[in-house]
Structure formats: structure tokens, C-alpha cells
């Protein structure tokens, strides 16, 4: 029986060594690496100026063409949109600019049935897994209650996350392959015609959106202007007077939900547009917002 | 509780720990506590199917007793007979009720007549399929008076249960497991090491070999339509790697962790991918069932006696019910019978009875001839694996007349954005590890030992796929 407990001992500290080595490989090439998604990206980054900053989800990052924005307006412009973000990933990512000294001069955020929804994605959480030692990641992730125990465990945080941070994003990362996209800019159109997936709207509202509420104190008093906006969406999505709801509760939101009714050759589906939607959508935030 | 589950990380040692410590001075305490482990096990997934294994050991364990007391012949087929209907009605109820119903009225409506027999929402429990053979070979076996009954129903009970067994095989035979049960149990510290070898090589094969081929698996199956016939070749051999990697790696912890705890279980796989030709793919192959076809199926109906037309009736019947008892599918079905055609050639030129060694022997390398065999024995299982994992016989037709129609065999980038070869590399490794490892259960021996286990433990924490970490496929057999 001793000797086998010395062979599972052995084994056993050799696999914690690995882990333990595994887990500084891959933290160093994260925080060191090509910058592969936009959370890595803006943790790479210090002291840049936008004048025009949008935070979202794939209504943002698929709709938002900022290279057209610069062209047309000669303002600086990113879009930090994530598919499947939501107004708690959004959060974080406004936390981190700020201490990353980003400055913005207005920053647009986008608003629709996600007023409802409350928290961090697990995409985002997985993005955030090189960066745990970060305070305002920490911070942020204690309060979502997300201050998970595996996070001491070495490199087992890699492993619950391998789909986004596993061995091939490590890699790509550490030999600095680029994306096929350009990130800082952060546009990805869809491409194609369509109205599948149309899904309904909440039918009831929330008293209000914590997330949303802490966006409006982070920008007060401070020379950005934070406005919120709703992306269009087919006129066959259900319950879409929800958005009604959203606008009394957020008196200032610029709704474009409505605004290609009769254009069903810009959605890509129901709820995104495709690259010939989002330039005019793009083109109808500059005259209306940006100008 | 899966193998390759947290949970089971910390059941296996707390157990361990205790049949070993507390309770290594009374063999009887041991097997009650290995009962009781074993149904926390099961009971993990859903405690209401204990019920059914409790009721299975009861009908078997009484049945075995009677059938000891009675010589006469009738009573005994009776006993027999009502072992064969508790056990296989079971089965039947949890496992086919529904399929024979969505049968029945789906040929009566191919008839012009609709039929309203509503089915039942009937949950499969896990492992149904292992434990009720076990069982029933148990009493076929008392009947036929190869093996004396157990008086002892907490050996019995256990004997059914053994949690490292339980849901998804070896299906052992009473014979060879339950003596093991009687007899005191002495830790030997070299077969508890092989067992944690077993254990690593199980959950390399799981974890590293089945879950990342079923991601590329999934994503060319679920899109074939838009699949090149690159992809879709790719798809077949990935799932014939995830299908081996997954049941076989299942099979590798449960005789490792059956190891530790002092129990010998049958080897359930050999090299099967290493087979000249499909009689012995399936020497090698899931073992444990195709020895109990053989035994109480096969050999019943006649084997290989009798004239030609009977052997071949007798092989259709044993691949055609051996598929059927993976699934209740006519795609199942259909699995099993290309498995019979592909037999038949081997038996009506007597070649089924040839390649019995390894192949390869004494050689590193395969003749060109071997390497030829082996490769024409992987296509013919690899094309009925598309059957096996298509949702439909539609799905799978439609699949493989896209091979043959698309042309198409340039790299292709999948939907989880990866290009569909980077798997090869993987298998690769795979196949070496296992080529130059054939005369062993698992490559860790040798002045290199240390090194490959180091290598493979790499391997699992950076390879292995845990955030899409997928259920072991035969539980749902």
C-alpha cells in the first residue's frame, strides 16, 4: 500500500506541476500575446482616445461600421460589441477602459431586450479567465457571485474554459496570429438575406436594469456622453412594444427597431442586419447622432 | 456519475480509502459497503431506476435459488422463463415500447390507415441493457448447471451492481465475477498500479480521443448537406475514433478501477482497429457482448454447425439482434446487418476462424498486405459507423451519396471553426501510441515509462475537451 500511495503521490504532484506551469504559459501568453479578442485587446492597450465608443452585443459589433463613421465624420470611432454580450459583459469592458485610461467622447450603448437581462455571459467570463488577478475584474466578478473556487486552482480554469481559452487560442496568442478580422475596429458584418429566427421580445419589464444604472454613474459628471440606442429588428419579431417599455425607461434612447420595416433585404435574420443594413444603419446614426 | 466527472474524482478515492481502511477486516462489510458505493453511484443519475436493479437482482437471485431445489425439467424452464420475461420485459417496456409502437403506426399508415396510439414519455434508465444480460446470463447459466447458485444475496446484489461495470459493461459473467465476491480480497500493489495506468489511458481515450473527434463529429453529421466529401470521409473516420475512444476508454477505467479495488473484470476491447479482416474485428471488439451472443444466441440456434444456410440465418440473427440492442433504430438495425454482409464472404470461404494472433507479431511494422487488410476491415466499419450515428437511414443514405457525388476534397473550414484534418493529427498520435503498444493494455511500461506518462497527462490537461464534455455514448445503449 506505501508504495502505491508514492506512485499516486507522484503522479499526482507532477500533474499539480503541470498545472502549475501550464497555468503561467498560458496566462503570460494572454497578457503578452497577439490580442485575439476584444477584452485581451483592450487589457493590452493604455491611454487611447475615441471620440466615439459603442458597447453592445452582435447588434453592435454586426451593425456598427466604425471605418465608415471615421470616413464620413473624421471621428475616431471603435465598436466594442460582443456576440452574445450582455449589458453586465458591457460593464465590465466600460470598468476596464476606464482604468485602462481609455477616454471616449461619446459612448453609445445598446439597449433592447437585454434591459431585462442581468449578469455576465459565459463567453465573456471564459475571456476574462487570463485576467482574473486584475482588480476590476475580481471586483466585478465577486459581485456577479462569479468568484469561483476553481479560479485558485492552477490552470483548471483554462480547462472548464478550454473552448475559449483552451490550447489553440494559447498558441495562436503566443505566436501572435492575427485574427482574420480587425479587432480594434471590431465590425463583423453578416453576409446574406434573410428573417429566420424571430423569436418574441419579454412580454414584462424589469423595475430597472442595475447594469445600466451603474453605466449612467460611471459617466456622470465626466466629459463622455453616454446615450443608449436600439438596433433595428424584423417587423415579425414578437411583443416588439416591449422596446415602448424600455423607452420609459430610458427617456433617452434613440429606437431604431422599426427602422427597415419595409427593407427586407437588409437582414441578414430577424434580429441582424447584413453588411448592407448595417451601412445604412450606420449612415442614419451619423445624421442623426454624430454630426 | 460519469468517470470523467468531478464528482467521481472525489467518490473513487473516499471509497477507496474506506473499503481498503475500514472495512479490509471483514469481506462482508467490504461487499456491503461496495453495494452501497455502487447504488450511490447509480443512484447519482436518477435514484428512482435502483428500484428496477433491485427488482432485477431479486427475480435472478430467487430464480437461481429454485432453480437449484427443483430438478424437475419443467419447472425449471418455467423459473427460466420467467427470468427471461421480468428481464428482457423490462428492456423491452424502458427500452422499445415506444419504437414498436411509432413502428406499428407508421406501417399501418404507409397502409393508408392512421392509427392514434399514443406513446409514453419513458425515460431510458442508464445501463439497462448491461445489467439485465448480466443478470440473465447469471440464471441461464444456473439452468443449464455451468455455475452453482449463490446463497448470498448481498454478493449477488453486488455482483449486479458493481458500480465500476454497471452502466456500461464489461458484462461480466457470473462464473468469472461472482466467485471474486467470496473470496478475500488482498491488496496487490502492482495490479493497483496498472489499474491507475488503466484508468490514464481510459480518460486519455475519452477525454482527448472521443471528446474532441465528437466536436468535428457533430459539426460534419449535424451539416452534412454542406459538407464536402473530404469532410464527410473525415466525419466517418472521426466518429469511428470517437465511438472506440469513448467505450473502450469507459471499459479501460471500470477494469482499472475494478482493479483497485481487488477485482479481475474481462478485457472488453484488443486493438479492434488493428483487424485483418470483420470476423476478427469482432474478436476484438466489445467483447463482453459478442461472447454473450455467442454463448447464449449463437451457439442455441446452432453456431456454426448445421448446413450453410442455417449458418448464415444464424449470423444474420446475431448481428441483426446485436444491433438492435444498441438502440431501438431501424439505423441499428441496419448497422448490424452491413456487419453481417460483411461476415457472410468470411464464413462461406471458411475464413472466419483465421487471424486468431495478433497481427503483426514479433514484427514492428505490418506487411504491405497486413497494412492493406487492416485498412479495407477500418473502411468496411467505419462506412457502417455512419449508419450507427446518423439520426435517420434517410440521414445516413443521403450522407454517403454526398461522398460519392460531391468530388469535392479540398480542406474545409467547419462550423467550430476549425479546418476538417487538424483531428488527423490528434488520431495519429493516437494510433503510434497504440500500433507500438499492441501486445500491451496500455503503453505505460518500458525505460520510458515515466516520460509517457508525463506526456499523456500533458496531453489530457491541454488537449482534452472539458467544457463540451460529452456523456459516454453507450449509456443510452
Known amino acids: ?291 | 456519475m460519469l468517470f470523467n466527472s468531478i464528482s467521481f474524482l472525489i467518490f473513487l478515492p473516499v471509497v477507496f480509502i474506506l473499503y481498503w481502511g475500514l472495512f479490509k477486516r471483514s469481506l462482508k462489510l467490504q461487499n456491503i459497503f461496495l453495494l452501497l458505493a455502487s447504488y450511490l453511484f447509480y443512484g447519482w443519475w436518477d435514484y428512482r431506476f435502483l428500484a428496477l436493479i433491485a427488482a432485477s437482482t431479486l427475480v435472478d437471485f430467487f430464480v437461481g435459488r429454485f432453480l437449484q431445489k427443483t430438478g424437475n425439467e419443467i419447472h425449471r424452464k418455467i423459473l427460466l422463463g420467467l427470468s427471461l420475461a421480468f428481464n428482457l420485459g423490462l428492456l423491452g417496456f424502458f427500452k422499445y415500447y415506444n419504437f414498436f409502437i411509432e413502428s406499428w403506426i407508421d406501417s399501418w399508415s404507409n397502409l393508408g390507415v392512421e392509427m392514434q396510439v399514443s406513446s409514453l414519455n419513458i425515460i431510458l434508465p442508464v445501463g439497462i441493457s448491461f445489467y439485465t444480460f448480466q443478470t440473465l446470463s447469471y440464471t441461464i447459466d444456473v439452468y443449464r448447471r455451468k455455475i452453482e447458485p449463490t446463497s448470498d444475496i448481498i454478493n449477488f446484489s453486488v455482483f449486479v451492481a458493481f458500480f465500476p461495470q454497471l452502466v456500461a459493461g464489461p458484462i461480466e459473467r457470473a462464473k468469472h465475477l461472482l466467485p471474486q465476491f467470496s473470496t478475500k480480497r488482498i491488496f496487490i500493489e502492482e495490479r493497483a498500479i496498472s489499474g491507475i495506468h488503466l484508468i490514464l489511458w481510459g480518460l486519455f481515450k475519452k477525454i482527448v480521443i472521443a471528446d474532441s473527434c465528437a466536436i468535428y463529429v457533430n459539426a460534419i453529421f449535424d451539416n452534412y448537406e454542406n459538407m464536402n466529401s473530404a469532410s464527410l470521409l473525415l466525419g466517418a473516420v472521426y466518429f469511428a475514433f470517437q465511438i472506440y475512444g469513448d467505450f473502450s476508454g469507459y471499459s479501460d477505467i471500470a477494469i482499472g478501477t475494478g482493479r483497485l479495488f481487488g477485482f479481475d473484470l474481462m478485457r472488453n476491447f484488443n486493438l479492434p482497429y488493428f483487424s485483418r479482416n470483420i470476423a476478427e474485428f469482432w474478436r476484438r471488439w466489445h467483447i463482453s457482448l459478442s461472447t454473450w451472443f455467442r454463448d447464449y444466441l449463437y451457439i442455441p440456434l446452432g453456431g456454426s454447425r448445421g448446413s450453410k444456410w442455417q449458418q448464415v440465418r444464424n449470423v444474420f440473427i446475431i448481428f441483426l439482434v446485436s444491433g438492435f440492442w444498441h438502440g431501438a433504430n431501424w439505423t441499428f438495425v441496419i448497422w448490424g446487418g452491413l456487419h453481417a454482409l460483411f461476415f457472410l464472404p468470411l464464413l462461406l470461404g471458411d475464413q472466419n476462424r483465421k487471424h486468431l494472433n495478433q497481427v503483426a507479431e514479433n514484427k514492428s511494422l505490418p506487411s504491405f498486405r497486413e497494412l492493406l487488410q487492416m485498412l479495407f476491415t477500418f473502411g468496411l466499419t467505419s462506412f457502417a459507423w455512419i449508419f450507427f450515428r446518423a439520426d435517420t437511414i434517410v440521414d445516413a443514405v443521403n450522407f454517403i451519396k454526398r461522398i460519392f457525388i460531391n468530388h469535392e476534397f479540398e480542406l474545409q473550414y467547419l462550423s467550430i471553426e476549425r479546418y476538417n484534418v487538424e483531428m488527423l493529427l490528434i488520431i495519429g498520435i493516437f494510433v503510434l501510441l497504440e500500433w507500438f503498444h499492441r501486445h500491451l493494455e496500455h503503453p505505460f511500461t518500458g525505460s520510458f515509462k515515466w516520460v509517457k506518462i508525463i506526456a499523456i497527462i500533458l496531453m489530457l490537461l491541454t488537449l482534452g475537451v472539458y467544457s463540451d464534455q460529452q456523456e459516454f455514448i453507450y449509456f443510452q445503449f
Open chain 1, 1 to 291: 500500500m506505501k508504495n502505491f500511495f508514492k506512485y499516486l503521490i507522484s503522479i499526482s504532484v507532477i500533474t499539480l506541476l503541470l498545472m502549475f506551469f501550464l497555468d503561467k504559459g498560458y496566462s503570460y501568453a494572454f497578457k503578452n500575446g497577439q490580442p485575439r479578442s476584444k477584452i485581451q485587446n483592450m487589457l493590452q492597450l493604455k491611454n487611447k482616445h475615441y471620440d466615439v465608443a459603442f458597447f453592445g452585443s452582435s447588434r453592435t459589433e454586426k451593425h456598427i461600421n466604425c471605418e465608415l463613421i471615421t470616413k464620413l465624420t473624421g471621428k475616431s470611432c471603435v465598436n466594442f460589441g460582443i456576440s452574445g454580450g450582455s449589458p453586465g459583459d458591457m460593464l465590465i469592458l466600460m470598468k476596464l477602459a476606464e482604468s485602462r485610461k481609455f477616454t471616449f467622447n461619446q459612448v453609445f450603448m445598446q439597449v433592447d431586450y437585454n434591459y431585462n437581462s442581468y449578469g455576465i455571459t459565459k463567453y465573456f467570463k471564459a475571456n476574462l479567465i487570463p485576467f482574473t488577478d486584475n482588480p476590476i475584474v475580481k471586483k466585478q466578478l465577486l459581485l456577479y457571485k462569479e468568484e469561483f473556487f476553481y479560479r485558485r486552482i492552477p490552470f483548471y480554469r483554462f480547462m472548464v474554459f478550454d473552448k475559449v481559452v483552451g490550447i489553440r487560442e494559447a498558441t495562436a496568442s503566443f505566436l501572435k496570429l492575427s485574427q482574420n478580422t480587425n479587432i480594434e475596429i471590431g465590425f463583423l458584418p453578416k453576409q446574406g438575406i434573410g428573417k429566420a429566427v424571430a423569436g418574441s421580445f419579454p412580454e414584462t419589464i424589469k423595475d430597472k436594469s442595475p447594469e445600466l444604472t451603474q453605466m449612467q454613474e460611471l459617466y456622470k459628471d465626466t466629459n463622455t456622453k453616454l446615450e443608449f440606442f436600439t438596433a433595428p429588428y424584423c417587423k415579425e419579431v414578437k411583443n416588439r412594444n416591449f422596446m415602448d417599455k424600455v423607452q420609459l425607461k430610458l427617456p433617452g434612447l434613440h429606437n431604431y427597431i422599426d427602422l427597415f420595416d419595409n427593407k427586407d433585404e437588409y437582414f441578414f435574420n430577424c434580429g441582424h442586419l447584413n453588411e448592407a443594413g448595417a451601412g445604412v444603419f450606420t449612415k442614419t446614426l451619423i445624421e442623426d447622432l454624430l454630426k
